[in-house]
T-cell receptor, first 114, second 110 residues
Framework: KAGVTQTPRYLIKTRGQQVTLSCSPI?????VSWYQQTPGQGLQFLFE???????NKGNFPGRFSGRQFSNSRSEMNVSTLELGDSALYLC?????????????FGPGTRLTVT | QKEVEQNSGPLSVPEGAIASLNCTYS??????FFWYRQYSGKSPELIMF????GDKEDGRFTAQLNKASQYVSLLIRDSQPSDSATYLC??????????FGKGTKLSVKP
């Protein structure tokens, strides 16, 4: 069974630009969550999508947005990039949600904002 | 603000010893807890989850949950150098998300 895939794996952007990251969950998984990981703040929850609907959202500004497609693939968009957005962005998939089922992480996208 | 707290370490143990990793959480409503292992430069991988008070064993790993004390722990028996990693504790958030601690770095010395 293929794992969670994320593209691209590495990205370098300039402040003020926007970026789109992609996540393909494990086949059959309908829940996709996005996290930001930085050395200082650790893993922080961005949002979760289930059946093309955002079901929950963390405490991030509106510059961070996402969507989920009918095949459960998800994209995350960050507009007007800031230096502080440099981080590892991880997505995780689970069957329904993490309760009663495990959440599996993808390899992440390393975003560097210069 | 719901929080999950972990000692950042590093925790250093000799090969073959028991490594004990601890975690406390602030939300008494949290019902389920997860331990993830993250090697440097890699993404987190789930080791165990626990929902009920008491112990849950899986191979060399034992998770312990004490809801009254709001305390979760992970014991690693017969620690190996390959266990050297950062261990992340996570508890359930309000709706379908996990709240992670900042992780404890474990170093197992040969």
């Amino acid at each position: 069974k293929a794992g969670v895939t994320q593209t691209p794996r590495y990205l370098i952007k300039t402040r003020g630009q926007q970026v789109t990251l992609s996540c393909s969950p494990i086949s059959g998984h309908r829940s996709v969550s996005w996290y930001q990981q930085t050395p200082g703040q650790g893993l922080q929850f961005l949002f979760e999508y289930f059946s093309e609907t955002q079901r929950n959202k963390g405490n991030f500004p509106g510059r961070f947005s996402g969507r989920q497609f009918s095949n459960s693939r998800s994209e995350m968009n960050v507009s007007t990039l800031e230096l502080g957005d440099s981080a590892l962005y991880l997505c995780a998939s689970s069957l329904v949600d993490y309760r009663g089922s495990e959440q599996y992480f993808g390899p992440g996208t390393r975003l560097t904002v210069t | 603000q719901k929080e999950v707290e972990q000692n950042s370490g590093p925790l250093s143990v000799p090969e073959g010893a028991i490594a004990s990793l601890n975690c406390t959480y602030s939300d008494r409503g949290s019902q389920s807890f997860f331990w993830y292992r993250q090697y440097s430069g890699k993404s987190p991988e789930l080791i165990m989850f626990i929902y009920s008070n008491g112990d849950k064993e899986d191979g060399r790993f034992t998770a312990q949950l004490n809801k009254a004390s709001q305390y979760v722990s992970l014991l690693i028996r017969d620690s190996q150098p390959s266990d050297s990693a950062t261990y992340l504790c996570a508890g359930e958030g309000s709706q379908g998300n996990l709240i992670f601690g900042k992780g404890t770095k474990l170093s197992v010395k040969p």
